[in-house]
């Protein structure tokens, strides 16, 4: 009987631990969260020190912006965030590398005019010399 109880222990503390997230996926995760505020805020410089200079940020349009042309769209629009939300977030982490998927909801003003947005999104991170950057992005049409 105390077998059965110690191996039903031992099966629960595997389920939960592999479930759990490491603490760079935490770290990225909040990354990502850190990111989309830094949108909502028009925080081009927060952005900049986010982002790798080789960023390449495709949008579920077909629009492809390198780091440089991302950081003027945050300023200049004609697209303003207002909320951004995610869900069915999955973050792998892979040596220096990170993958974030989710599905992202946002409200925001499009050449004047409120917008309601869904897409799926797929980010690639890359941690050198300690700080997590983003290097690519893709939007994707549900």
């Keep these: ?5 110690y ?3 031992v099966f629960c503390f595997l389920a939960i ?35 790798h200079s080789r960023l390449t940020y495709g949008h579920s349009g077909g629009n492809i912006q390198d780091q440089q042309a991302f950081l003027m769209a945050i300023m200049a629009g004609p697209t303003f965030f207002k909320v951004i939300d995610r869900k069915d977030e999955t973050v792998v982490v892979t040596g220096r590398n990170a993958i974030v998927r989710n599905i992202v909801t946002a ?5 004047g005019k409120p917008v309601e947005i869904k897409f799926g999104g797929l980010m690639v991170w890359e941690k050198k010399g300690g700080k997590w950057k983003l290097l690519a992005r893709q939007g994707y049409k549900l």
């Design 1 to 5: 009987m105390r077998r059965r109880i």
């Design 7 to 9: 191996i039903s222990i």
């Design 17 to 51: 631990s592999l479930n759990a997230q490491t603490q760079e996926e935490k770290t990225v995760a909040r990354l990502v969260q850190e990111f989309n505020d830094a949108i909502i805020r028009t925080d081009t410089s927060s952005l900049r020190k986010m982002t």
């Design 107 to 111: 409200q925001a003003i499009n050449q």
